[in-house]
């Protein structure tokens, strides 16, 4: 249980009436809206860290460069994997 203002209250009803849903249904939702928001302002704040730090950008770039070799290592010989949609790699 927890304790939310009356205006909170009013805002969930009416939300709830609105959309047919019930009143937890719409919390739920709004907290998830909250929860993935918060995520990607957390990515952007750590972009613009990144862009303002050079050290950190050429270990990533480091980083991206070691990696990138390994993305089709050993699979030079398989045939292409079936894409969604038809499409072959």
Avoid: C, N
Wanted: proline content about 4%.
């Amino acid at each position: 249980m927890m304790r939310v203002s009356r205006r909170a209250r009013e805002d969930a009803e009416a939300l709830a009436a609105a959309t047919g849903k019930p009143m937890s249904v719409v919390v739920e939702e709004a907290l998830a809206m909250l929860r993935k928001a918060a995520y990607w302002q957390q990515f952007r704040d750590g972009i613009r860290r990144l862009e303002a730090d050079s050290a950190a950008q050429v270990a990533e770039r480091s980083d991206l460069e070691l990696y990138e070799g390994t993305l089709a290592d050993g699979l030079e010989d398989e045939e292409p994997y079936p894409h969604p949609g038809g499409r072959s790699r």
